[in-house]
């Protein structure tokens, strides 16, 4: 891996316009939302963000989109500073190998989800921070908000009904785990605050600076506070590589070799510990559910730059 300093990013984003005249943008944007499938699905935009706080990017960066099941990295990393190793005695940690929103294999597995990415694993994640939080929403938005340093990140009331009316295979989740005695609270309460914690919307540079302690060994670097420790830091990490794209990981760890975490709303924020966070968001998804130009031109930023962590 070439240090820091010699990462011409620069000189990579100055060929981003014309990598993308050279990418074709397949895909289809998320549909089985309703006001995702409104997005305009030829957006495109990436910010990276040094540790050293130098920022670099393209695009539409600084427009707002859903940040969807990206914003289960957070909700993770909440609940395992609440619970501690306890957390994993409900949840896995293993590659799913199958579709975000499989019910087959949350029966197979008596109601214990394969990891917190998964849709039954961040249903999971979202019971436990019901039953240690007195105001889950609002608590979970404060913890948000002090992670960019804005206090304008909001829910999307908008989005999330959209996703309630539509939710029908999520409820059949939280309600299949309650009957195994894995979800403690209320399934509705669950499940609105799932779909409030999917709805949040950030832009690439507000997204990139909330995972900023992912690659600094824990630490906020906006306020120098402690996210994680540096052993839970790298947990968290671990689990972003291997699954964070789904059934699309080991794709993803191929030929990126980041850890990250994808959403359908087609964003995409890859992490390089020690180096760097980098955001891209492109709303046409591929028949896994991430995004199409988003893989490809993270694959560029770490071919380019030789900064995989392999």
Known sequence: M????????????????????????????ASYIPELYNVNPHKFGIHLITVEGTDY??????????????AKVLSLTMAFNLEGGALWERVGVEPSG????SLSQLEVEHG?????????????????LVSRLKNPKEEFLDFVRKLVGKDDINYSSRIALSEKEH?????????????????????DTVLDFYFCLCSIEMTCKELAQSMMYLCSNGINPLNGEEVLSPSRTKRVNA??????????????????????KSGVGGGIVA?????YCV???????????????????LEFLTSHTRSSIF
């Open 167 to 187: 939710g029908f295979r999520n409820a059949a989740m939280v309600n299949f785990m309650k009957s195994y005695e894995n979800i403690k609270n209320d399934v």
């Open 271 to 275: 992490v390089l510990p020690s180096k």
């Open 98 to 101: 199958n579709a975000f929103n």
């Open 239 to 260: 689990i972003l590589l291997l699954c964070g794209f789904y059934d699309e990981a080991g794709e993803f760890a191929f030929k990126v070799g980041l850890p990250g």
């Open 279 to 297: 955001v891209v968001w492109s709303p046409r998804l591929n028949e896994k559910g991430n995004s199409y130009r988003g893989i490809k031109i």
């Open 112 to 128: 214990i989800p394969r990891n917190p990415f998964i849709n039954a694993g961040a249903l999971l994640i979202c019971d436990v």
């Open 2 to 29: 070439l240090p820091l300093e010699s990462l011409d990013f620069d000189k990579l984003f100055s060929k981003i316009p014309d990598k993308l005249e050279r990418t074709e943008n397949l895909g289809k944007v």
């Open 57 to 70: 990017f393209y695009g539409d960066s600084q427009e707002r989109f859903s940040i969807q099941s990206i």
